[in-house]
């Protein structure tokens, strides 16, 4: 992860009105971020502004968070950027596909505003 002045944070979420809710709430906070609807974008995306954190649906189009992490982490430039997955079905099994894939958490729909913003926060203040 590089340290910039303001962090830059990808959000890859299919749903556009999920999406811009978490953009809206991230920004609030002082974040820049940057959005993709599905995992092609997402991947295309993270290579373009390498992020210092990424939130990664798991349930997405063309190519799924998992899959969408597991080549992330291949790439040297971001296997070690924190990937947040974020799913709506978080299962165990889905929790241990997403963190063996490389995810560095694993966060259930509907997201718990105040713990998730303070694990956002030291992720980016490691």
Same mark, same amino acid.
């Given at each position: =992860?590089?340290?910039?002045? *303001?962090?830059?944070?990808? &959000?890859?979420?299919?749903?556009?009105? *999920?999406?811009?809710?978490?953009?809206?709430?991230?920004? @609030?906070?002082?974040? =820049?971020?940057?959005?993709?609807?599905?995992?092609?974008?997402? =991947?295309?995306?993270?290579?373009? &502004?390498?992020?210092?954190?990424?939130?990664?649906?798991? $349930?997405?189009?063309?190519?799924?968070?998992?899959?969408?992490?597991? +080549?992330? #982490? +291949?790439?040297? =430039?971001? @296997?070690? *950027?924190?990937?947040?997955?974020?799913?709506? !079905?978080?299962?165990?099994? &889905?929790?241990?596909?997403?963190?063996?894939?490389?995810?560095?958490?694993? !966060?259930?729909?509907?997201?718990?505003?105040?713990? !998730?913003?303070? #694990? &956002?926060?030291?992720?980016?203040? $490691?």
């Amino acid at each position: =992860m590089t340290k910039r002045d *303001t962090p830059i944070i990808l &959000v890859v979420e299919d749903y556009p009105d *999920t999406r811009h809710l978490l953009s809206a709430l991230l920004r @609030s906070k002082g974040y =820049m971020v940057v959005e993709a609807g599905d995992g092609k974008e997402g =991947m295309l995306q993270a290579n373009r &502004v390498n992020p210092d954190l990424i939130l990664m649906d798991l $349930a997405l189009p063309e190519l799924d968070g998992v899959e969408a992490t597991r +080549q992330l #982490r +291949q790439r040297h =430039m971001l @296997s070690q *950027t924190p990937i947040f997955a974020i799913s709506a !079905f978080a299962t165990s099994d &889905v929790k241990r596909d997403a963190l063996a894939a490389g995810c560095t958490e694993v !966060f259930p729909k509907p997201l718990e505003i105040g713990p !998730f913003l303070g #694990r &956002v926060r030291s992720a980016l203040n $490691a």
